[in-house]
């Protein structure tokens, strides 16, 4: 049987808007819910149909996984807490999924992890429905007015937000995707957003899903490996030069120090469960794209 055959319609507790204004809720825990951004059907001819130079380049992948994932996150506890914004043609989705989520409480603080239109895009138009909000971000640049960042509150590592239950800890990145880039863990739920850090790709039937929920339509850990491998050797083009010793060794160091018990991204389906199993993978991908023998399309 295909694997499509079985498949469940997608799981989503709301959809707003649909192509690229399309924006979905997952709720990840009671007080964290996940707002993400992909196109579904049509996704080849609205992304360039990237999967097939992906699976030129490696065999293994999915030759229709031509989708994304954007992702923002937010945290509902006694002071509420939001990270990224999406893009721009998610202006009018994402304002409306975050009224319905916060249902008439105020957002106290929105956090952008670097200077790009996928996560600060949105930040005018949330501080204008959110006038008493305080933005926060990473320090270091010098043209924060471009994104709505004139008068944020810069963060260094090691700072510490106390939202109630969960303590957001700002911590150094292991891969940048800028040269000013800031990741975050939160203790009680051992939640990371990574940022950047594993970019998968997906077919339109695995739009909104949970890492967990991928594995009906055949995903696993070895897949997960074998498309960060591929696309993480293009966002990162420099691994190319590193050392796939040090670099192992100091993902160790980093899964040593974080008990990670929801790996949440920026471009990657969350995952919830089997989380060390992802890891291994994750580090395992990150050592084939410095040493991997295969071509990227650049």
């Known amino acids: 049987m295909s694997p499509d055959a079985h498949i469940c319609p997608v799981p989503a507790d709301a959809i707003y808007g649909e192509v690229d204004t399309r924006v979905a809720v997952r709720q990840i825990t009671p007080q964290i819910y996940w707002i993400c951004h ?66 008439g409480r105020k957002l106290d603080y929105l956090w952008i992890s670097h200077t790009e239109l996928p996560h600060a895009g949105n930040t005018a138009a949330i501080r204008r429905a959110h006038p008493d909000l305080e933005v926060l971000t990473v320090g270091g640049h010098d ?38 880039t800031q990741w975050i863990y939160e203790h009680h739920t051992g939640f990371l957003c990574p940022v950047d850090w594993a970019l998968n790709d997906h077919n339109e039937h695995q739009c909104f899903r949970f890492m967990d929920e991928m594995e009906e339509t055949g995903y696993s850990p070895e897949h997960f490996k074998q498309v960060v491998s591929t696309t993480n050797r293009t966002v990162f083009a420099w691994l190319r030069w590193a050392d796939a010793e040090v670099v192992g ?27 060390p199993a992802y890891m291994a993978a994750l580090k395992e991908a990150m050592q084939l794209a410095i040493t991997g023998d ?3 399309v650049y």
């Not at 937010?74 to 914004?85: P, Q, S």
């Not at 106390?162 to 995707?177: A, Q, R, S, Y």
């Open 143 to 180: 043209h924060y007015e471009v994104h709505g960042l004139g008068d944020a509150r810069l963060l260094d590592y090691g700072d510490v937000l106390d939202l109630g239950t969960h303590k957001i800890e700002i911590i150094k990145p292991l891969f940048v995707d800028h040269a000013l």
């Open 38 to 103: 992909c196109i579904g059907p049509g996704a080849k001819e609205w992304n360039g149909g990237f999967a097939d130079d992906f699976a030129r380049s490696n065999p293994l992948l999915d030759p229709t996984a031509n989708d994304i994932i954007y992702s923002s996150y937010l945290f509902l506890d006694e002071k509420t807490f939001m990270i990224d914004t999406l893009g721009p043609a998610q202006h009018h989705t994402v304002l409306k999924a975050l009224e319905d989520l916060l249902d």
């Open 249 to 275: 060794q100091q993902i160790d160091e980093f899964l040593a120090r974080y008990d990670i018990r929801i790996f949440a991204p920026s471009h990657t389906n969350v995952i919830r469960q089997n989380v």
């Open 294 to 296: 295969f071509d990227i």
